[in-house]
């Protein structure tokens, strides 16, 4: 079974970076898709970005590219979510998540079937 487990998240000053990672096990197919996401209070969970291990091609969200990267690294399966000149908007949970078949053209929460537990977020001034 896949187990993703990620490390990073906290306090990040308004403008100042952070970097999230997910440590994923357990891929029957070898390749692996893992995702990230993120879910505001009262907010629908949203797909910050989805990275392919099998080509290293990474699809973002809407509006998320420019301040987000998204990066792996195959010999760790380790995929990483770079946070960039936070605002007051990206305070939120962080998920990572995978499918089990490794593909997800759409980068949506609905295409995942596993989960990390989540990182909280918060940006202050």
């Known amino acids: 079974e896949v187990q993703l487990v990620q490390s990073g998240g906290g306090l990040v000053q308004v403008g100042g970076s952070l970097r999230l990672a997910c440590t994923g096990s357990?891929?029957?197919?070898?390749?692996?898709?893992i995702g990230w996401f993120r879910q505001a209070p009262g907010k629908q969970r949203e797909a910050v970005g989805c990275f392919s291990s099998s080509d290293g091609d990474t699809k973002y969200g809407e509006s998320m590219k420019g301040r987000f990267t998204i990066s792996g690294d195959n010999a760790k399966n380790t995929v990483y979510l770079q946070m960039d000149n936070v605002n007051f908007g990206d305070t939120a949970v962080y998920y990572c998540a995978a499918p089990t078949v490794p593909v997800a053209p759409l980068c949506r929460p609905n295409g995942m079937d596993y989960w990390g537990k989540g990182s909280q977020v918060t940006v202050f001034a």
């Open positions: 357990g891929f029957a197919f070898g390749d692996y898709v």
